[in-house]
């Protein structure tokens, strides 16, 4: 969200977390979190593998626009982002999906962007 690249084209309040199509358009909405956990690692520490998927919403205008969104949320996320609490030991984007909303009498276009890490904690 800070951003000022993502930030051109989506305003902060189109991004939030859920599972519905979102009501107002351009949105960035995060869901379908999963966490694999890996195990202890040293001492007391434990690790997980987390993912989360960042879908991506635009009307159609081309679908440039949502892959200018998907762009600029990518550059924004080539480095782990800082944490407290915890420690980010891989990050990735391994996958980024584009598709056309199913019903012909709408002009979105959806992208789904994966992030993946793998992070580690001590208790």
């Keep these: 969200m800070a951003s000022p690249d993502v930030a051109e084209h989506v305003p902060a309040s ?4 859920g599972s ?3 009501d107002k358009m351009p949105a960035i909405i995060m869901s379908n979190g999963m966490t694999v956990f890996l195990g202890n690692a ?3 520490q434990y690790t997980a593998r987390v993912f989360l998927d960042l879908h991506i919403w635009a009307l159609e ?9 998907g762009f600029a949320v990518c550059n924004a996320l080539k480095f782990a982002p800082n944490t ?11 996958a980024v999906r ?3 909303d199913p019903d012909p009498d709408k002009t979105y ?6 992030v993946e890490a793998v992070i580690r904690w001590s208790v």
């Design 14 to 17: 189109h991004i939030r977390a």
């Design 20 to 22: 519905t199509r979102p």
């Design 42 to 44: 040293s001492g007391p």
């Design 61 to 69: 205008d081309g679908a440039d626009t949502a892959k200018a969104i």
């Design 84 to 94: 407290e609490g915890f420690a980010i030991d891989a990050f990735s984007l391994p």
């Design 98 to 100: 584009w598709m056309r």
């Design 109 to 114: 276009t959806h992208g789904v962007i994966t």
